[in-house]
T-cell receptor, first 112, second 114 residues
Framework: EAQVTQNPRYLITVTGKKLTVTCSQN?????MSWYRQDPGLGLRQIYYSMNVEVTDKGDVPEGYKVSRKEKRNFPLILESPSPNQTSLYFC???????????FGQGTRLTVV | GENVEQHPSTLSVQEGDSAVIKCTYSDSASNYFPWYKQELGKRPQLIIDIRSNVGEKKDQRIAVTLNKTAKHFSLHITETQPEDSAVYFC?????????????FGDGTTLTVKP
């Protein structure tokens, strides 16, 4: 079954404690991206990757890092989380660009 | 960069009526325009998309129209049903020629009253 898997689904953490949200896809997609969703602000792109070792900033990259060492995985790293990063995060993958993107189940992150 | 504006932010219709959601974009180089439906507590799911070389696309009760000159595109849902109630997002990207950034609208909350 084609899927994008994020872990964890829920996470409560404290300010400054490094964390990683994992994202994995089994569709051999080249393009992967991360979004955050906040009430009234839609989905805002954090980072995207067009292929292995190729990543670039989206509209809201501050405070986040990503890596793409393998085609299937695209982890999101928060080196020093702050309360304003409390949000719902989605990973997505697609064959090319945003075309026919599949989204993960989402990760609800709370930073206290 | 690209800017996508979506209207209205909320829309309430009676079951059986039609619903129309409109989006405008700013970057004339954008060439791919998907629409996503997000039910409460779920992930966004693609419901229909259109490329810049097409003016209209239809899939059963859902259609999307694109006006490249005016830089706007619209989602049309006919014969609405209560299960159409959800948040709908439009997006714009250059996905078909240059995979890169994607920009979403802020979403429209559609409520279909039985």
């Amino acid at each position: 079954e084609a899927q994008v898997t994020q872990n964890p689904r829920y996470l409560i953490t404290v300010t400054g404690k490094k964390l990683t949200v994992t994202c994995s896809q089994n569709m051999n997609h080249e393009y992967m991206s991360w979004y955050r969703q906040d009430p009234g602000l839609g989905l805002r792109q954090i980072y995207y990757s067009m292929n292995v070792e190729v990543t670039d900033k989206g509209d809201v990259p501050e405070g986040y890092k990503v890596s793409r060492k393998e085609k299937r995985n695209f982890p999101l790293i928060l080196e020093s989380p702050s309360p304003n990063q409390t949000s719902l995060y989605f990973c997505a993958s697609s064959l090319r660009g945003l075309t026919e993107a599949f989204f993960g189940q989402g990760t609800r992150l709370t930073v206290v | 960069g690209e800017n996508v504006e979506q209207h209205p932010s909320t829309l309430s219709v009676q079951e059986g009526d039609s619903a129309v959601i409109k989006c405008t974009y700013s970057d004339s180089a954008s060439n791919y325009f998907p629409w996503y439906k997000q039910e409460l507590g779920k992930r966004p799911q693609l419901i229909i998309d259109i490329r810049s070389n097409v003016g209209e696309k239809k899939d059963q009760r859902i259609a999307v129209t694109l006006n490249k000159t005016a830089k706007h595109f619209s989602l049309h849902i006919t014969e609405t049903q209560p299960e159409d109630s959800a948040v709908y997002f439009c997006a714009a990207s250059k996905g078909w020629t240059n995979a890169g950034k994607s920009t979403f609208g802020d979403g429209t909350t559609l409520t279909v009253k039985p």
